[in-house]
């Protein structure tokens, strides 16, 4: 049930560029992403809803595939303070908007 | 920015005993979350809570947890008697209507010894 993530690790250097897939074994109403730092709380992100529509981060996008139930995050130009771990939120629908959140992928950007 | 706010920071405790966690989600927000993360890995889902009574719980969510918003204003999460695998750091959530994603509190970082 909980959405997998992929690459679990990825380690890149200031001004490249990375992606964050998420797949989920459910149909999906909306898709979530959220960043942590070591010791710190997850921050909101993305959020990227069925049908398109989207709202999110001004250096970072993400695609949302409904009829495969996979999202990527893309981080482009990647600085020192997108380090962290970042998680997909899915929401399969529902009165709740509750959140399943996936494996998790731990980002370290180099100088 | 509008914040949500989580005490204590730290708590030990020690096995079987009762513990009380508290947040104050932002105040025009709607539903309310429970999530712990053990050692830095997977967030997990423990309870969701809208207007005013539990919308869904997991199955970590068992009879020795509860939730109240006993003033409208604050949000507990009351651990019955605690276990040493209930270590762990526990994350209150808030949303709001619409495009909204979740703002997480900073976390209690609670220890059962």
């Known amino acids: 049930q909980q959405p997998v993530q992929s690459p679990q690790a990825v380690i890149l250097r200031e001004g490249e560029d990375a992606v964050i897939n998420c797949s989920s074994s459910?149909?999906?109403?909306?898709v979530h992403w959220y960043r942590q730092k070591h010791g710190e709380a997850p921050v909101f992100l993305m959020i990227?809803?069925?049908?398109?529509e989207q709202k999110g981060h001004e250096k970072i996008s993400a695609s949302f595939n409904e009829k495969k139930q996979q999202s990527s995050l893309y981080l482009t130009a990647s600085q020192l303070s997108y380090s962290g771990t970042y998680f997909c939120?899915?929401?399969?629908?529902?009165?709740?908007?509750?959140?399943?959140f996936g494996t998790g992928t731990l980002l370290a950007v180099q100088p | 920015e509008p914040e949500v706010t989580q005490t204590p920071s730290h708590q030990v405790t020690q096995m079987g005993q009762e513990v009380i966690l508290r947040c104050v989600p932002i105040?025009?927000?709607?539903?309310f979350y429970w999530y712990r993360q053990i050692l830095g890995q997977k967030v997990e889902f423990l309870v969701s809570?809208?207007?005013?009574?539990?919308?869904?719980k997991s199955e970590i969510f068992d009879d020795q947890f509860s939730v109240e918003r006993p003033d409208g204003s604050n949000f507990t999460l009351k651990i019955r008697s605690t276990k040493l695998e209930d270590s762990a750091m526990y994350f209150c959530?808030?949303?709001?209507?619409?495009?909204?994603?979740?703002?997480f509190g900073s976390g209690t970082r609670l220890t059962v010894v």
């Open positions: 459910k149909a999906l109403y909306s």
């Open positions: 939120g899915t929401d399969p629908g529902g009165a709740t908007n509750k959140l399943i």
């Open positions: 809570f809208y207007n005013n009574e539990i919308s869904e």
């Open positions: 105040s025009n927000h709607l539903y």
């Open positions: 990227l809803l069925k049908g398109g």
């Open positions: 959530a808030s949303a709001g209507q619409g495009l909204s994603g979740y703002t």
